[in-house]
């Protein structure tokens, strides 16, 4: 009595899974990057499904970046050293670390220094001698196999300084440049930015810019951020300095009130997304994260404020507008962990874009932290060794999408087949 329904069954699912609409409704069902990828690759006509922009922006809007893994260096030159996660080692991301080329094992160069971590890509710096300035290239750990994963970069332009404030890769995708560097340079109320872009091959000067600030930075720490056209630099002076790279101007912005700089890793900053920049706070056991959207517009050459505690060259300024997103008591949050000897002071050494996840060392045993800001979740990932007392940073590398597919031929048949049925 079972059969007749069977047959029935049977014969309705071939007829959806023959329909190209209904194929393409259920791939924009699909949330699994495997799931989806495997069903592009079933048949030619769902293959033509899947490589449609509106399914493709469908389902990327439903990806976020993956953390793989960080990318750990101190300043004592040595080489940086990748450290995959264990949660991507476990889970359907374990192909992409297990195929990729993360390390520099094979490199026989002395590194100095890795500048950015961002889409995919690892931007740094390295020399086989003092004596020689930094070349730069560009790597990119998960091109396919047999392609070259590294890009060497043609030497910056000579400037007033020897050594870059920072160097950033793009953070926008239609930004067509390989990478940003930023000189800058201040004197007592006066402060100089030179601001080169490397597109297409070679270095141009992207801006200039010069002000006179109505307070001093004291020092530029050398922790910087891109972000939607800005630069964002933490000061020692108790606000953030930043240089809008379409105006040429410089502006601040005040710290939250009790936030200020104590020492060189209590403090970061980290971009969201909708044009929200996130700072976070480390004093004595808390972790503050505060948050606010920064809405400022320019007519003509004057900075015009909304909702944010912005100060113009001329020394107006608008109310403060920060936001208390989160605040962790680490003692609670690291309490597992504390057991391998006392927590003493710790430091912020890595963030994730939207404040979702932070990497803390805990400074008295050596022990690099990650912490999911949501979920609370604490897992160490990182332990220093004993004679390294270098400040040391954590580069995240995350995977992002969307899944790369193969291309259709121009007159191939939409009932055709990938494999054999």
């Given at each position: 009595?079972?059969?007749?329904?069977?047959?029935?069954?049977?014969?309705?699912?071939?007829?959806?899974?023959?329909?190209?609409?209904?194929?393409?409704?259920?791939?924009?069902?699909?949330?699994?990057?495997?799931?989806?990828?495997?069903?592009?690759?079933?048949?030619?006509?769902?293959?033509?499904?899947?490589?449609?922009?509106?399914?493709?922006?469908?389902?990327?809007?439903?990806?976020?970046?993956?953390?793989?893994?960080?990318?750990?260096?101190?300043?004592?030159?040595?080489?940086?050293?990748?450290?995959?996660?264990?949660?991507?080692?476990?889970?359907?991301?374990?192909?992409?670390?297990?195929?990729?080329?993360?390390?520099?094992?094979?490199?026989?160069?002395?590194?100095?220094?890795?500048?950015?971590?961002?889409?995919?890509?690892i931007l740094y710096g390295f020399s086989g001698s003092f004596k020689f300035p930094l070349d730069l290239a560009v790597r990119m750990p998960l091109h396919p196999l047999g392609q070259d994963t590294s890009m060497l970069l043609p030497q910056l332009p000579t400037t007033w300084q020897e050594f870059p404030h920072a160097m950033f890769l793009p953070d926008e995708d239609g930004d067509d440049s390989s990478c940003y560097s930023l000189d800058i340079a201040y004197k007592n109320h006066t402060v100089y930015a030179n601001v080169f872009v490397l597109r297409g091959g070679s270095w141009d000067t992207h801006c200039t810019a010069m002000a006179d600030l109505v307070r001093p930075p004291k020092e530029i720490l050398t922790r910087s951020l891109l972000m939607h056209g800005k630069i964002y630099m933490l000061t020692k002076?108790?606000?953030?300095?930043?240089?809008?790279?379409?105006?040429?101007?410089?502006?601040?912005?005040?710290?939250?009130?009790?936030?200020?700089?104590?020492?060189?890793?209590?403090?970061?900053?980290?971009?969201?997304?909708?044009?929200?920049?996130?700072?976070?706070?480390?004093?004595?056991?808390?972790?503050?994260?505060?948050?606010?959207?920064?809405?400022?517009?320019?007519?003509?050459?004057?900075?015009?404020?909304?909702?944010?505690?912005?100060?113009?060259?001329?020394?107006?300024?608008?109310?403060?507008?920060?936001?208390?997103?989160?605040?962790?008591?680490?003692?609670?949050?690291?309490?597992?962990?504390?057991?391998?000897?006392?927590?003493?002071?710790?430091?912020?050494?890595?963030?994730?874009?939207?404040?979702?996840?932070?990497?803390?060392?805990l400074e008295e045993n050596g022990i690099i932290v990650y912490m999911h800001i949501k979920s609370r979740k604490v897992k160490v990932v990182y332990q220093r060794g004993p004679d390294n007392d270098m400040a040391i940073r954590v580069l995240p590398f995350m995977m992002v999408w969307p899944v790369v597919l193969p291309k259709l031929g121009a007159g191939e048949s939409k009932s055709e087949g990938l494999y054999q049925e």
């Open positions: 009595m079972s059969s007749p329904p069977a047959v029935e069954d049977e014969d309705s699912a071939s007829k959806v899974l023959m329909d190209e609409y209904l194929v393409g409704d259920i791939l924009k069902c699909l949330h699994c990057p495997t799931c989806f990828a495997r069903a592009a690759l079933i048949r030619k006509n769902w293959l033509r499904n899947a490589v449609a922009q509106d399914i493709i922006h469908s389902f990327c809007s439903r990806q976020s970046p993956h953390l793989l893994g960080v990318y750990i260096y101190t300043e004592d030159f040595s080489k940086p050293e990748f450290v995959p996660l264990d949660d991507a080692l476990s889970s359907e991301l374990g192909g992409a670390l297990r195929h990729g080329n993360f390390r520099f094992d094979n490199m026989d160069t002395f590194f100095s220094h890795v500048w950015d971590c961002r889409n995919d890509r002076a108790g606000y953030i300095l930043a240089l809008h790279l379409a105006n040429r101007s410089f502006f601040t912005v005040d710290l939250p009130r009790g936030v200020e700089f104590e020492y060189f890793s209590n403090l970061a900053l980290c971009r969201g997304d909708n044009s929200i920049l996130y700072l976070f706070h480390l004093k004595g056991d808390k972790l503050s994260i505060w948050m606010q959207r920064m809405n400022d517009h320019l007519k003509g050459d004057k900075l015009i404020v909304s909702t944010t505690c912005l100060q113009s060259m001329d020394g107006n300024s608008a109310a403060a507008q920060w936001v208390l997103s989160d605040t962790i008591s680490l003692h609670e949050a690291c309490g597992h962990i504390r057991v391998q000897g006392c927590m003493g002071d710790v430091s912020v050494v890595g963030i994730g874009d939207n404040a979702e996840f932070v990497f803390l060392e």
